[in-house]
C-alpha cells in the first residue's frame, strides 16, 4: 500500500491559477470592456515568438518565464473571459477556444457557477478542479498506474473530514503572499527542511515531448497526416501540421496539444475497428 497526496492543490489553492487567476479577474474588473478587448486582440495578434524575444529581451527586469509566447496567448484569452467560470476554463484548458476544431460550437460550455458567487473566484476555481480534474484527470491516473502492478493507493488528504475542515477555512489560510497551500506549508515546516516545501512545484510527467520526436513519431505522424485529418474532417489540418512541424523542430514545446488530438484520433481508430 502507498500513501499519496492527491487533493492538495485542490482543497488549498495549490495551482497557479489558484493564485493568479483571481487577481487577473479583479484586474479585469478594473479595466472597461473596450479597452479589455482591445488589449486581448493586441496581444492575441503577436505571435508566441514575439513574445518569447520580447521576454528574453526584457531580462533580469522580469523573471524568466517558460514558453512566455503561449502564456501570453493564454492571458489573451483570459482577458475576454466574461465570467470567472470561463476564465478557469480557459487557464485549465490546453488548447484556446475555438482553434484547433473546425467546428467551435460543438466544445463543452464552462457551465454555470458552482458556489453561485458565494466563495468568491479562488474557491470557485478550487472547486471546478476538485469535481472535475481530480476525479477524471488526477485519480483515474493514480488508480490505473497503480493497480496496474497491484499497489493500493490510498488518499489521506480526500478523507471527508479533511475535505470539510479544508472548505470552511478563509482563503487567506490557503493562498497567502502569492503562494498556494499556505497552510500545508507552514505543517511541513514542522517536520521537513524549508528547502523540500518552499521548491518550485514540479508534476510526475514523463518525456512525451522526446518520446514525440522519437520513438513515437511514426505513430503519431500516421494520426497527423494531412490526408487523414483532412478526410475526416474534424480539427483545423493547417493548424496541427504547423504545431506538429514546429514540435519536431524543436522550437515550440507543443506535446500537450499534440497529445489531446492524439488521444482522440486513437481513440476514434480503435472504435472503428470495433
Do not use: C
Amino acid at each position: 500500500m502507498a500513501l499519496s497526496g492527491d487533493g492538495g492543490d485542490e482543497l488549498f489553492g495549490g495551482y497557479t491559477r489558484h493564485v493568479w487567476g483571481p487577481r487577473v479577474w479583479r484586474a479585469e474588473a478594473l479595466l472597461p470592456a473596450a479597452l479589455r478587448a482591445r488589449l486581448s486582440r493586441f496581444i492575441a495578434d503577436r505571435p508566441p515568438d514575439v513574445w518569447d524575444q520580447l521576454f528574453q529581451r526584457a531580462r533580469p527586469l522580469v523573471p524568466d518565464v517558460r514558453i512566455a509566447g503561449i502564456r501570453m496567448h493564454k492571458l489573451a484569452a483570459a482577458l475576454g473571459a466574461l465570467t470567472p467560470e470561463a476564465m478557469h476554463q480557459v487557464l485549465s484548458s490546453h488548447w484556446l477556444s475555438g482553434d484547433v476544431l473546425r467546428e467551435p460550437g460543438d466544445q463543452v460550455a464552462a457551465g454555470p457557477a458552482l458556489l453561485g458567487g458565494v466563495g468568491g473566484v479562488a474557491h470557485e476555481f478550487m472547486l471546478r478542479d476538485l469535481v472535475g480534474y481530480l476525479p477524471d484527470d488526477i485519480l483515474t491516473k493514480v488508480d490505473r498506474a497503480s493497480m496496474a502492478v497491484s499497489l493500493e493507493a490510498r488518499e489521506p488528504l480526500l478523507d471527508h473530514r479533511l475535505v470539510e475542515f479544508a472548505w470552511r477555512l478563509p482563503l487567506h489560510f490557503k493562498v497567502r503572499g502569492g503562494t498556494g497551500k499556505w497552510l500545508l506549508r507552514r505543517l511541513l515546516d514542522r517536520f521537513v527542511p524549508p528547502a523540500l516545501v518552499s521548491g518550485q512545484k514540479m508534476g510526475f510527467g514523463v518525456p512525451l515531448g522526446a518520446w514525440l520526436r522519437g520513438p513515437l513519431r511514426d505513430w503519431a505522424e500516421a494520426l497527423l497526416s494531412e490526408e487523414r485529418l483532412a478526410r475526416e474532417g474534424v480539427f483545423d489540418v493547417r493548424l496541427l501540421r504547423e504545431r506538429w512541424a514546429e514540435h519536431l523542430a524543436g522550437t515550440r514545446p507543443w506535446e500537450f496539444h499534440l497529445w489531446d488530438v492524439l488521444m482522440y484520433q486513437a481513440w476514434t481508430a480503435a472504435n472503428r475497428l470495433t
